[in-house]
Structures are given as C-alpha cells and as structure tokens.
C-alpha cells in the first residue's frame, strides 16, 4: 500500500488522540519508533521463511537512491555514504543492487574484502567493481581513479533516512497495520490508556 511516513504518524496519533486527547506525542518520535518496527517486522518475516524453497524480501520494500557520490577515503579506498536507518539482514539481502544506472551492477564481496584478498589474483574480480556495506558505507573493491564514476545508483530496503516525511513508500498492507497497531500499543500504555477500554471499543 503507497503511505508515507507522515501519514503513518498522523494515523497512529488520531487513534491515541481518540483515547487521549491532550496526547502531544511528537509525529517524528512517532516516525521513529514506526522504522524501528518495521525493521523487526521485516527482519522476523525473513527468518519465518528460512528452510523454505524462496527466502526473500517483498520488492515493494525496495528503493532505490540516485547519485550518491563516489568518495575516496584516507587509504585511498572509495566509498559512497548510505542511511544509518537502514534494515539490516542476513547476507546482505537489504541491498538489491548497487552500480551506474546504465551501467551493469556491481559484485557483492565478501566484508573486508580490500584487506582479505590485498595483492592477490582474485581481488582484481576480472576486472568488475565489487562492493560491500561497512557501517553506513558502501566500500568498493578494485575501484581505481581511471575507473570510477563520480556516482552511483543504490537499490536498497526501506532506507528511511534518505525518504521526505512526504515521500510515497510502498509497505504491504499486513506488513503496514501489523506495525500500526505495535507502535499504537507501545503509545497506548506509555499514555495509561487502559488495555480494556481498547478492547471495548473494538469490539463495538
């Protein structure tokens, strides 16, 4: 389902506000507390499909940045900077694709890998770009000054920092209300709304 973060919060502040009317929890702690939840969802909903034929994430929940700069760090290594808001997940499975956007995409290594295979055959990949996440950076393998772009494009899940307040994000509607009820709930007894006067207005 197309939302967006503000709308989330205003969702879960109007349900509070109907128990709580002097409720003044700020929409950005709200905004907060919603990626943190929908990181847990996200990551759970992977683990629940280990063992199974196909594990993976929903393709709605990827986006994808344009142009992020090509940086070069103090040990002459390059690197582009990427939201420290982002889902992480085994294998590295938060991030699709990472590469020029006419150009063919880059090869996941192994983390470390600069280090790992330093002056050895194989760290030349053939002759492609390889790439791996460090921290909120992705680091680059045999990227070199006569082959570096000045910026690349970055496929990955749900990078929340990098997304407006106002900016459409396609969420699974389960995916979605399962998260909206977690945060309403968590609010919901900070404020000392009773559990049973919840329940009753349900069932009405």
Same mark, same amino acid.
């Given at each position: ?15 509070? /506000?109907?128990? =709580? ?6 929409? /950005? ?16 909903? +992977? ?10 994430? =929903? ?19 390059? +690197? ?36 790992? +295979? ?26 070199? +000054? ?59």
């Amino acid at each position: 389902m197309a939302t967006s973060k503000v709308k989330i919060a205003e969702e879960i502040l109007r349900r509070l /506000r109907k128990y =709580s009317i002097d409720s003044d929890i700020d929409e /950005r702690e709200l905004m907060i507390s919603t990626h943190e939840t929908l990181s847990t969802i996200i990551r759970n909903r +992977y683990f629940e499909t280990k063992g199974m034929e196909c594990q993976e994430v =929903s393709g709605v929940l990827y986006y994808t940045l344009l142009d992020r700069e090509v940086k070069k760090s103090d040990s002459d290594t390059y +690197y582009i900077d990427i939201p420290s808001t982002t889902v992480e997940l085994p294998f590295g499975v938060e991030i699709k694709r990472v590469g020029t956007r006419k150009g063919m995409g880059f090869v996941p290594v192994q983390l470390g890998f600069n280090d790992l +295979y330093a002056n050895l055959e194989s760290s030349t990949l053939e002759g492609q770009i390889g790439y791996y996440k460090q921290g909120n950076a992705i680091e680059f393998s045999n990227m070199t +000054y006569s082959n570096k772009p000045d910026a690349v494009d970055i496929s990955m899940v749900l990078p929340f920092d990098a997304l407006d307040e106002d900016d459409a994000i396609n969420i699974p509607q389960d995916m979605l209300d399962q998260a909206i009820d977690i945060v309403f709930n968590k609010y919901a007894k900070t404020l000392g709304i009773p559990p049973d006067e919840i329940a009753n207005s349900i069932d009405n």
